[in-house]
Each structure stands twice: as structure tokens, then as C-alpha cells.
């Protein structure tokens, strides 16, 4: 039984204690940190856990064989060193850092205690993604030609002190929701030999959508992140893919969600059913843990039988984070 530590039991922290809930074959959550008191009052109705107000008393107190790290994004190096200092495994939320001197020093970390670090990059594993990885590497419709990926929203203005907002906090819209793409995008095709970008900023001369385009040697990409949409605007993800032989629909707005639109065929609608489907409320925008279950489920039996993180390790966040630095800096910074 692995036993868990959950630091952070806001919208993302509720959305990973429904999944252990489900894996309560094989964890138990048995400590859980958070400053908000009526938060961890939660958290002990739920789990009968201990609990603290901080990680670091959590990292320094608990017996636990992994911490999961669902705080805001500034707060994710402090814990996760301190963490893997005390020989503590590190299941993180995205995005993995703010800057490329904590990027360092996780990486350092990571080597120097041999801690396994997964990090939330859960795309890589939602099924309509992992459908088109796996489409794309059989070649069955032949070679990529292009690609369109959108992640659209209202503002985040729900979250805790309003962090989302605060680019020293979250890295802007950027780091925070359009590294998602960015990241599926390398773990798709790899890194761009060119890449150029655009942007909009709200008053204050903060991101609040991008635009990106990614030259490879036989395909172009873009992706487009917005979190400036209208309150009423549906949370919208998805990807148009042009192959040789097909063009590829994803819209999780639409239903069905998933359509193959085939050159000398019919169109067809492929069977993307979750492996884990719980369709109650999880507190944030999406209303069903599918995915959150998988790539959780990952890193516990990579845990259990000592196996290498290969789908969503430390390094390649590392590397999605990187390129996303590089078009902020392409349209001039976080804030100007």
C-alpha cells in the first residue's frame, strides 16, 4: 500500500483525492496540507488523515511514500526539493516550475536522490490525445501534414488569492494552460526546428492569450491558449490534424468529440472510451477523471514495481516549460 501525502486540497488537490479514492486498492492518503483550516477539515471527513498547514510540515512529519504537489505553481520547487531531500517520491502538478534556475535545481534534486518525479502533464495520457499519438506512430492514414490545438477559457479568477492572475505567481496563461499543447506537441512530433509567436495582453500588459506556430522538417503546427474569454464561455480543448490520408477532429465541446474524416471513405467516430470514467462534479473544468486516474495510476505502479516514469518524467516538463519560456520571450515577456 503506498501511502500518500497530498499538499494542496484546492480544485486540482480534490480532483487527485477523488482518484485515490478510487485507487484505494493500492494507496492510502494518510496526511494532507493545506492553510485554508476548513480545507483540512475536508480532507480528514474524507481520508480520516492527519493533517498540516503547510508542506513543509507535512515533508517533515508524515510517513508517507510519495507527496503529491497541487499547489499554485510558485510554491511547486520548495516542495519538491525538500520532498526528494528526505527520500520522499514527487507526483507534481504542471507546470513544473517558473524559471529556468528552479528547473535546474529540481533536476539536480532528482539526480542526486534518485527520487522518482512524475509530473502532472496529463494530456499525454488523456484519450483522445494518446488516440492521436498512437494513430500518428502507426501511420495508418499516412504522414502529418499539419495541426491546430486550441485550449480555450473564461479567466481563472476563481482560484485561491487569485493566484492564476498573477504572472510572478502562475507565468501567465503561457506556462500555466498553454503548456499543455506545447507539451503534446513535442511529445507528438519533438522539438520545432523554428518557432514563432504572438500574443494579447489584458490592461495591466499581462498574457492573456498566445499563439504559436512550430516549423518542423515536413509538418506545421500552431496552438492557440486563451483564458480571457467571456465568464459564459465553455471551457474548450481540442485539435484539428491534417494527414496524408485523413483529417482528424477533436472538439470536447462536441458530441461525438472525436471524428475521422477519411479521404476516400466515410468519416468514422473511434472508440475513446476512459479507462476510469466518473462523471461527478471535480471542482474544476472537467467532468470526468479519466485521464487524472491514468496518469496517477502510472506513476503509484511505477512506485509498486520500481519501473521507470517514461510517459511524463521530470526532464521533459522540463523541456515543454523551456520552449514555453522561449515564446515568451519571442512576444517580449510575461509583463510589459
Known amino acids: 500500500m503506498i501511502k500518500v501525502g497530498l499538499i494542496g486540497f484546492g480544485g486540482m488537490g480534490g480532483v487527485h483525492a477523488q482518484c485515490y479514492e478510487?485507487?484505494?486498492?493500492?494507496?492510502?492518503?494518510?496526511?494532507?496540507?493545506?492553510?485554508?483550516?476548513?480545507k483540512r477539515k475536508e480532507a480528514v471527513e474524507k481520508f480520516a488523515c492527519d493533517t498540516y498547514e503547510s508542506g513543509e510540515q507535512l515533508i517533515e512529519n508524515a510517513d508517507v511514500d510519495m507527496v503529491d504537489i497541487c499547489t499554485p505553481t510558485f510554491l511547486h520547487t520548495k516542495f519538491a526539493v525538500k520532498a526528494m531531500e528526505n527520500g520522499i517520491n514527487v507526483f507534481m502538478e504542471k507546470p513544473v516550475c517558473l524559471n529556468e534556475q528552479e528547473a535546474q535545481l529540481l533536476l539536480e534534486t532528482e539526480s542526486k536522490t534518485g527520487c522518482k518525479v512524475q509530473i502532472g502533464q496529463v494530456i499525454r495520457f488523456w484519450n483522445e490525445y494518446a488516440w492521436l499519438k498512437n494513430t500518428f506512430e502507426s501511420g495508418v492514414y499516412g504522414k502529418l501534414i499539419s495541426g491546430v490545438f486550441t485550449r480555450l477559457s473564461a479567466n481563472p479568477n476563481w482560484s485561491w488569492e487569485n493566484w492564476y492572475n498573477d504572472p510572478d505567481r502562475s507565468g501567465t496563461i503561457a506556462l500555466d494552460l498553454h503548456v499543455h499543447d506545447v507539451d503534446f506537441v513535442r511529445y507528438l512530433l519533438g522539438e520545432p526546428l523554428d518557432v514563432s509567436s504572438r500574443c494579447t495582453r489584458n490592461s495591466q500588459g499581462v498574457i492573456e492569450q498566445i499563439f504559436s506556430s512550430y516549423k518542423y522538417e515536413n509538418a506545421v503546427v500552431t496552438t492557440e491558449?486563451?483564458?480571457?474569454?467571456?465568464?459564459s464561455f465553455p471551457?474548450?480543448?481540442?485539435y484539428r490534424v491534417k494527414f496524408e490520408k485523413a483529417t482528424v477532429v477533436f472538439d470536447s465541446t462536441a458530441t461525438p468529440s472525436l471524428v475521422v474524416y477519411q479521404n476516400s471513405e466515410d468519416k468514422i467516430i473511434p472508440d475513446v472510451t476512459s479507462d476510469f470514467d466518473k462523471g461527478e462534479n471535480t471542482g474544476i473544468n472537467i467532468s470526468s477523471l479519466g485521464a487524472y486516474y491514468t496518469e496517477i495510476n502510472y506513476f503509484v505502479e511505477a512506485?509498486?514495481?520500481d519501473?521507470?516514469?517514461?510517459?511524463?518524467?521530470?526532464?521533459?516538463?522540463?523541456?515543454?516549460?523551456e520552449l514555453v519560456w522561449k515564446e515568451v520571450e519571442l512576444v517580449g515577456g510575461k509583463k510589459i
Not at 491558449?225 to 465568464?231: L, M, Q, R, V
Not at 471551457?235 to 481540442?238: I, P, S, V, W
Not at 519501473?307 to 516549460?321: Q, R
Open 235 to 238: 471551457f474548450t480543448m481540442g
Open 307 to 321: 519501473t521507470p516514469l517514461l510517459v511524463a518524467p521530470l526532464k521533459e516538463a522540463i523541456k515543454s516549460a
Open 22 to 38: 478510487a485507487l484505494s486498492d493500492k494507496v492510502k492518503v494518510v496526511a494532507v496540507a493545506d492553510p485554508v483550516e476548513e
Open 225 to 231: 491558449g486563451c483564458w480571457d474569454f467571456a465568464n
Open 303 to 305: 512506485l509498486e514495481n
